[in-house]
């Protein structure tokens, strides 16, 4: 029997690490969409964090420099797509689509010299006796700094949206920005914030790509994890948790599709390997498909604006 | 003070001027781009739009290659502009490139090695009904379940890859070389081969095909009815709705005929240019598709002369790549470059600048 070679304890491990990335680059675009915009750049910034951080990481011997790098090449493509929405009021399916063009292009070029190397590596993090607890501490407490991050990131985007006072602004302007324009709150301020913590927050996932889950530099390495954690929102209906369950539910379907590839399971490879983005189909349709309104879009999401006076 | 003020109607002046500006703010960008590589920018972008077209040295090789690489651009573009005047937003265009090709190519490896006159319009027919059919799944799902359908085009451009490859190292690997990847070569099967109709001029079928697209979406955007429905539908979805359009209907036809023609693109490279399914068959054509579309304003014949130039980007790309090492991404960049100019641009088509006395706001 082919799956009892397989360990659900390192199956389990190895799901949080594939979650992760998307992850990162879902939680960013939520808050970006719950601004009322709609940036389908996320694949660009992703492969744009991807590329400066390793980078920056290779040259500096520092992953956590690497990182932070990522984070701010995200960022800087980001907010060519806020300049480009908010000043210039472009169509935003358009500016987004082009943020991805021109993102794996420059990635391209930029990354040319890095290919083949190995990046520094990034420390697991010492958790002493939890780790030492059998199958929880190896499937739980044997992984990287980030990971924990990340969950902790989820906490906080949704403590932010629910609790806090910036948070209600950041929703009444994507839930409907005339509104929020007539209480004297900065539609654009807000949503040019939001852009750049999404644009982060997705270079940081394609970081965690490039520096820890593969680990190596390869032109269009993210083959549509951006895209994927776009799908991750919706199917979240823009509430961080269930993004969060939505990417370890897609991290096992990728782990589970590796770990049947190794076991020599009679399917060729590339069969398997379009599961991924089988299952992310579904989903969707499965979410789209529910009756009403419950998909919980936000009001002004993916609609100009512009104070007429 | 600076304010931007709506205009009325959008500005047709700004319109048209927009994509030569837009070209001409790219090869700027791009000569600086070229210099921070350590290229002289002139002798580049020279290289890029102009020896092939009309150098002596290179021109011979390269002519023919204008249309072979601008054709799948504008035979795509068209489709997709349908599309986009709808607020339809196929951007899963490479794989049904993929898939046209895939189908168009099983039918000629079924038939081979038999001759026929019918094989290759079997072929053309395969290719369209391919792209369409993998159109069809964005369209079905939008219609059915109200999935988004740019996420859904989109993700199904990586299931047609992995299908590519699949087919490359599996049902069509030439069983002749079995120790290599990739099908049998199309150009050497007579009776599927998309030959060069004239000598020397890259003048094939899928050419052919590209004209009678422009011609087809000229025709029926500005003359008949649906196309006045497919814009109404994008300019005034409400309107459209009170008169009697269905969104439904748009969004199949929409998908459908941009899924067909992506399809026959992909159909004509594979039996032509192509010449093989391999694993590598897939060269980005379907997503330059859009930078396409939109720089000829969605318009068909604007479509034909941003095809035009971006295929011979495709060229000049090559071509510097020979002579001046210049990595073959640059060109990439290039073309993404033009999409942002363009957008950018396009605010003055919209706005008017207006400066304001005092900040009352």
């Known amino acids: 029997m082919i799956l009892g070679s397989i360990n659900p304890a390192v199956l389990l491990a190895a799901l949080m690490v594939a979650a992760t990335p998307i992850l990162l680059a879902a939680i960013g675009e939520l808050v970006v969409e719950k601004s009322g915009v709609l940036n389908l750049g996320v694949e660009g910034m992703m492969i744009m ?29 980001s907010l060519l797509f806020a300049l480009l929405t908010q000043a210039l009021m472009t169509n ?139 799908a991750l929102v919706v199917f979240a209906s823009w509430r961080p948790w269930r993004a969060m369950a939505g990417a370890y539910l897609f991290g096992g379907v990728v782990v589970l599709q590796l770990n049947l590839q190794a076991a020599g399971v009679r399917i060729p490879v590339e069969y398997l390997s379009m599961s991924p983005y089988l299952i992310t189909i579904l989903v969707l349709v499965i979410i789209s498909s529910g009756k009403g309104r419950s998909l919980n879009a936000p009001g002004s999401l993916n609609k100009p604006f512009h104070a007429s006076s | ?151 859904v085009s989109l993700l199904l451009v990586y299931v047609a890859e992995r299908i590519l490859a699949a087919m490359a190292l599996g049902l069509m690997r030439n069983p002749d070389q079995p120790g290599f990847p990739g099908s049998r070569d199309l150009r050497r099967y007579e009776a599927a081969y998309n030959s060069e109709l004239i000598a020397n ?34 300019q005034a979805p409400r309107a459209a709705r009170f008169g009697g359009v269905s969104p439904a209907r748009l969004v199949i036809i929409c998908l459908g005929i941009s899924g067909a023609l992506a399809g026959l693109a992909g159909m004509f490279e594979v039996s032509g240019p192509g010449g093989q399914v391999r694993i590598e068959f897939a060269s980005g054509y379907g997503f330059t598709a859009i930078i396409v579309a939109f720089l000829g304003r969605l318009h068909p014949i604007g479509i034909v002369l941003a095809g035009l130039l971006l295929g011979l980007t495709y060229i000049g790309g090559e071509l510097s790549q020979m002579m001046l090492q210049l990595p073959g991404a640059a060109i990439q960049v290039f073309q993404g470059m033009l999409l942002f100019f363009l957008l950018a641009l396009d605010f003055q088509t919209n706005y008017r600048i207006r400066l304001t006395q005092g900040a009352h706001a």
């Not at chain 1, 964090?49 to 493509?77: D, E, K, Q, R, Y």
């Open chain 2, 201 to 234: 001029t890259g003048m094939h079928w899928g050419v052919v095909a590209a004209i009678i697209a422009v011609i087809f979406a000229y025709v029926m955007m500005t003359r008949h009815m649906l196309g006045f429905h497919i814009q109404l539908a994008g």
């Open chain 2, 1 to 151: 003070m600076i304010r931007l003020e709506k205009r009325k109607e959008p500005s047709k002046l700004w319109r048209i001027a927009n994509p030569f500006l837009a070209v001409a703010l790219t090869m700027l960008a791009g000569g600086i781009m070229f210099a921070m590589l350590g290229k002289d920018p002139f002798v580049a972008i020279r290289l890029i739009f102009f020896d092939p077209i009309f150098s002596e040295t290179f021109a011979s090789y390269s002519r023919p290659q204008l249309l072979i690489k601008s054709a799948p651009l504008i035979l795509i573009a068209v489709g997709l502009a349908i599309g986009f005047k709808a607020n339809v937003w196929n951007i899963g265009a490479e794989g049904q490139y993929i898939m046209g090709a895939l189908f168009g190519a099983g039918v000629a490896l079924a038939f081979f090695p038999a001759p026929g006159w019918y094989i290759f319009p079997l072929m053309v027919l395969a290719g369209a009904f391919g792209g369409f059919l993998w159109a069809m799944i964005p369209a079905i799902l939008k219609t059915r379940f109200n999935t988004n359908e740019i996420l």
């Open chain 1, 49 to 77: 964090g991807a590329c400066v951080g390793f980078i920056v990481a290779v040259n500096t011997g520092s992953p956590f420099i690497g990182f932070v790098g990522a984070a701010l090449g995200g960022m800087a493509l």
């Open chain 1, 92 to 230: 935003q399916v358009a500016s987004g689509l082009a943020l991805t063009l021109f993102g794996l292009g420059l990635t391209a070029l930029l990354g040319q010299r890095y290919v083949g190397i190995t990046p520094p590596r990034t420390p697991k993090l010492d958790l002493g006796l939890l780790s030492d607890i059998p199958f929880l501490g190896r499937a739980l407490f044997t992984h990287d700094i980030v990971v924990y991050l990340t969950i902790a990131l989820v906490g906080a985007v949704w403590w932010f949206l629910k609790y806090s006072r910036a948070g209600m602004i950041l929703r009444a302007v994507g839930e409907n920005h005339d509104a929020a324009h007539a209480l004297g709150y900065h539609v654009k301020r807000v949503r040019v914030l939001a852009i750049m913590f999404g644009g982060a927050c997705a270079g940081l996932g394609g970081a965690y790509l490039s520096l820890i889950r593969v680990p190596q530099w390869t032109e269009g390495m993210t083959v549509g994890a951006g895209w994927i954690a776009l």
